[in-house]
Each structure stands twice: as C-alpha cells, then as structure tokens.
C-alpha cells in the first residue's frame, strides 16, 4: 500500500518500467485533483484550502509525470483532452499533452543532416562553446557567452534557444511552487508567440513570467528556475516599445538571453541565481556538476533548436500541427512509438 507521500514518487518509477500500468493510475490522480468535492462542514477555510491545494498540488505532478513519458503516454492523449476543462490544472494538462505530441514528432522526424553545416544559423549552433579563459568563468557563464552570439542569428533563434533552456528547468520550479502557474503560462506565451507573433503575446508572457520568488524560503534550484524563465521573457522583442512601467530586471544582469541560459545551469546544479537564496527542501532533485549542468542545456538547447535550424521538423510549430490534426481524428494515434521521453 502506497500512501500520499510516496506514491507520485512510486509512479514516477513504474511509468519509467511500465507506463501502461502507471498512465491508469496518474489520470485517475488528476481527475481526483480536479472533480469537485463538497468538504466536511467541521473544516474550517484554512484546512479546507489546504486540502484542496494538496490535491490540486497532486493533480499537477501527476499531469507533469505523464507528459516526461512522452510517446509512451499516446494512449492518454484523448483522456488528458478531457480533462482541460479542469480548469485549476489546464496549463499543466495542455503542458502534458505536447510533451506527448512532441515526442511523437521527435520519433517520426527524419534524422538531422549529416556532413558540413550550409546554413548560416546551422554552424552558429554547432559552434564550439568556448574555453574558459579565467579561473572565475565557469561553464554556466562560459555556456551563456556561447548563447549570446546565437543573437546575431535573428530574433526567431533568440527566443527558441532562450525557450529550450526555461522549458528544461520549469518543472524544478513547479515542483516547489505548484500553486503558482504564472510561469508555466509564460513559457506557453512564447510558444505561440514563435507560431504568430504579437506584442499582446510578447505581455502576457512578461507579465505572467516576472514572478520574484522569496529568496529566503526557495530553494536555490527553483529560485534559479523561475528567474530563467522570466529572462527568457526578455528575449521577446515588440514592434512597440515597452512601457516604462514594465517590470525591471536587476541593472547588472546583462543580457537576458546569456542570463536566462546562465540561471538554467545553475537550477541543475542547485545552485541559486542570486547569493541570497538561502531556501532549502526534502524535495530537492539530486545536483549535477556545474560542468554537468552546462552540457545539459547545451543538449537541451541543440536538441529542440537545432531540428528547426537544419528544417527537418520544428520543435514548435510541428507540435502545434499535430496536435491539432490528432484532436480532429479523436486523438487516434496511428502508432504509438515508445519514445524516450524524459
């Protein structure tokens, strides 16, 4: 028997051995989250709130565990649809769902180009990442000078590499604030921004991505997390200017694409953005070195980047299409592979 504190965890495991045995059991966690449920009147608000953020709380790991399945979750593509009028759990629904379809597409792309890069933006992506030069440039900050020349490539790769790098570390901050979705929604903005550009998109994705967590009671990899995604915000441009009471980001932190993959690196290797954040959690993923954490978005970068530079599939737009053409024929999927999710 698997109580509440342990069986997400347990799941987590056994949709990596057996996912048609763990998808059951994570949809039913979601739709448990989301069902409404007249709470015994003896509950005062406060345990009634908390009650019910505990289950929404549970209902967004399990939607984020179905998604890290990728491919291997198809099969739950029609259900996980369903469950989007959920409203509390629709941004994570949505998430689950194209982590699904992405991977779908990833498995049915044809392989990238072999031989010498022809397009300008291909070779600038397989650019080596300088050396350090000094014994303070570490490969997060090294990792991030590689990052802000992609900027000479165009706005389009700009926001792709800055997406690929928030979207690697977005679940370390939704695992610590589930209540929160401000970033997740932001992450979202970009996504369609890159489909149809607009300012009104290029604001709700400042405006939902500028959350300031508590430096004192986040734990570094989270805090580092959500500052990633709203650097990565800041790489989206306007056809307007900005107004002068945009949020401001800290006058030091440079430019927002080197920052956003910096802040990256440094949330794998929990390490926080700033020297201040002194949080702490059971929950905290195990670290990875800081060299570790940099090829790790490097990869990340490369990996839903590069597919779109080469134009053998768009990690974006593609999904999109999918998605789409899936929800016409009742998310029948003709073969679902077993892809490798994450």
């Given at each position: 028997m698997l109580d509440d504190a342990n069986d997400l965890e347990a799941l987590r495991i056994l949709g990596q051995l057996e996912p048609a045995r763990a998808i059951p059991l994570l949809l039913d966690a979601v739709w448990k989250a989301g069902e409404a449920r007249p709470e015994p009147k003896t509950l005062s608000r406060?345990?009634?709130?908390?009650i019910e953020s505990a289950r929404r709380e549970r209902g967004m790991k399990a939607l984020l565990l179905l998604g890290r399945?990728?491919?291997r979750a198809a099969s739950a593509l029609p259900t996980l649809s369903g469950y989007r009028k959920l409203c509390s759990l629709e941004p994570y629904a949505d998430a689950a769902i194209d982590?699904?379809?992405r991977d779908l597409c990833r498995n049915r792309a044809p392989p990238l180009p072999?031989?010498?890069?022809?397009?300008?933006?291909?070779?600038a992506l397989l650019r080596d990442v300088p050396p350090p030069r000094l014994p303070a440039d570490t490969p997060a900050w090294m990792l991030a000078r590689w990052a802000e020349q992609l900027r000479a490539q165009g706005p389009e790769m700009t926001v792709r590499v800055a997406l690929a790098a928030a979207r690697r570390v977005l679940g370390l901050w939704e695992y610590q604030?589930?209540?929160n979705d401000g970033p997740r929604r932001a992450v979202m903005a970009m996504d369609a921004w890159l489909q149809s550009p607009t300012d009104a998109l290029v604001d709700s994705a400042v405006y939902d991505g500028h959350v300031v967590p508590s430096q004192a009671a986040t734990p570094p990899h989270a805090y580092s997390a959500c500052w990633s995604v709203t650097y990565a915000t800041r790489c989206l441009p306007r056809e307007e200017p900005r107004d002068?009471?945009?949020?401001?980001?800290?006058?030091?932190d440079g430019d927002p694409l080197g920052a956003c993959v910096w802040a990256a690196c440094r949330a794998?290797?929990?390490q926080s953005a700033l020297t201040g954040s002194f949080g702490s959690t059971e929950d905290s993923p195990d670290p990875l070195t800081p060299l570790q954490s940099a090829r790790e978005i490097h990869q990340a970068i490369l990996d839903e980047v590069l597919p779109w530079a080469h134009g053998t599939w768009d990690p974006v737009k593609d999904v999109a299409r999918l998605r789409d053409e899936l929800a016409g024929r009742g998310w029948k999927v003709a073969s679902a592979p077993q892809g490798r999710g994450r």
């Open positions: 406060v345990d009634a709130y908390a399945l990728g491919a982590d699904i379809v072999a031989g010498p890069a022809a397009e300008a933006r291909v070779a604030d589930p209540t002068s009471d945009a949020p401001p980001l800290h006058e030091d794998l290797s929990r």
